[in-house]
């Protein structure tokens, strides 16, 4: 059986394939975006920072990848209409989606329960839980119409060992894990598979809004943990159904 983690990439791995990635502007989905671009997919970049976005179109172009498209939305302030519009956009320009990889994530406020501001509370479980769910009901009309579908979730380690002061981060990331068990199972029996990525420890923002004191020079650039992400959204992961991959 592949290892995720040591799997070889083909240099044509994702040819011809269209995939959106949510959280693109920085950090692991950057890392994701440009590796997915380097072999072979069509990305959507989805984030708030249109700048930002802009840079990141401008690298995979200068490196040869194929022109991407660009998703601006913010997911604390988006309705229904917008995840239309956006689904609705995608299929007008590509007319299916191979792959979908939910990426952005909200770290919230670290607290005890007890002191926890509500509306904080509300908007990480907003973010990390419904807008993945919203996103995937519009699009799964896109993917269904794709030979090979893969949607990737984001998990994370607090999962397998919570603990205390994580506020709302830890059960959203629960909710996020039944979320694409539930989906994988309803979708066992299609041309769909769900599943989901732990990165582990990564040099990102959010690492360092967890951990301000940690030595980051411990840990791992989110170039180093892309390969799982390969493995899942092209062809030779297609029988890894409801799993969660250790990037680590």
């Known amino acids: 059986m592949t290892d995720p983690r040591t799997y070889t990439a ?31 997919a069509t990305v959507i970049l989805h984030g708030r920072n249109v700048k930002r976005l802009e840079g990141l179109y401008d690298a995979i172009v200068a490196a040869g990848g194929k022109r991407p498209s660009i998703m601006p939305l913010d997911f604390e302030k988006a309705g229904p209409p917008e995840y239309e519009n ?33 509306p904080k509370w509300l908007r990480t479980m907003h973010v990390n839980v419904n807008a993945p769910f919203i996103l995937t009901q519009y699009c799964l009309p896109l993917l269904k119409k794709a030979t090979d579908a893969s949607v990737v979730f984001t998990s994370s380690g607090v999962v397998s060992r919570p603990r205390a002061y994580w506020g709302a981060y830890l059960p959203s990331k629960w909710a996020s894990d039944g979320l694409m068990r539930m989906l994988a199972d309803e979708l066992e029996n299609t041309a769909i598979r769900v599943n989901a990525v732990n990165p582990g420890a990564v040099k990102t923002n959010m690492r360092l809004q967890a951990y301000p004191a940690e030595d980051r020079s411990k840990l791992v650039e989110p170039a ?17 159904k409801g799993a969660t991959v250790d990037c680590q």
């Open 10 to 40: 083909p240099a044509n791995l994702l040819d011809g394939r269209i995939i959106l990635i949510t959280g693109a502007s920085d950090g692991i989905g950057k890392a994701v975006a440009l590796a997915c671009a380097a072999h072979g």
């Open 86 to 118: 956006v689904a609705n956009a995608i299929d007008k320009e590509f007319g299916r989606l191979d792959g979908l990889v939910h990426n952005a994530g909200m770290l919230g406020e670290r607290s005890p329960i007890e002191h926890h501001d509500i």
């Open 224 to 240: 180093a943990i892309v390969t799982p992400y390969l493995y899942l959204l092209g062809p030779d992961g297609k029988s890894t």
